[in-house]
């Protein structure tokens, strides 16, 4: 069994059986790309399968160790965005003081 610690921003490709370990530090989002990929991150009760197209989202830190089952793998770990930062509208009286508005 070979382990690796790598740069997390590189997308991770994974040969069958091989086992890759990542850092993850705040959230994330863990997607595969191609093949099957079993998950077990440092805290969570449970293990993840992801198949190709599925995504994981993860707020925390640990340690996460992929490998790829039945073949080749390949998947991507990205910071997810902010909280705050979607796409939902802000009304402008939320970021202004409260009365300030009424000088528009």
Aim: proline share 8%.
């Amino acid at each position: 069994m070979t382990i690796s610690f790598t740069d997390p921003s590189l997308p991770g490709q994974l040969q069958q059986g091989q086992v890759q370990t990542r850092r993850l530090q705040g959230g994330v989002r863990i997607r595969v790309t191609s093949g099957l990929v079993w998950l077990t991150i440092a805290g969570c009760r449970d293990d993840i399968w992801l198949q190709p197209g599925r995504c994981f989202d993860y707020h925390g830190r640990g340690d996460a160790i992929f490998e790829a089952v039945n073949g080749a793998a390949e998947f991507t770990v990205t910071p997810l965005p902010p909280k705050g930062c979607g796409d939902d509208p802000i009304r402008i009286a939320k970021l202004l003081p409260h009365g300030l508005i009424r000088w528009f």
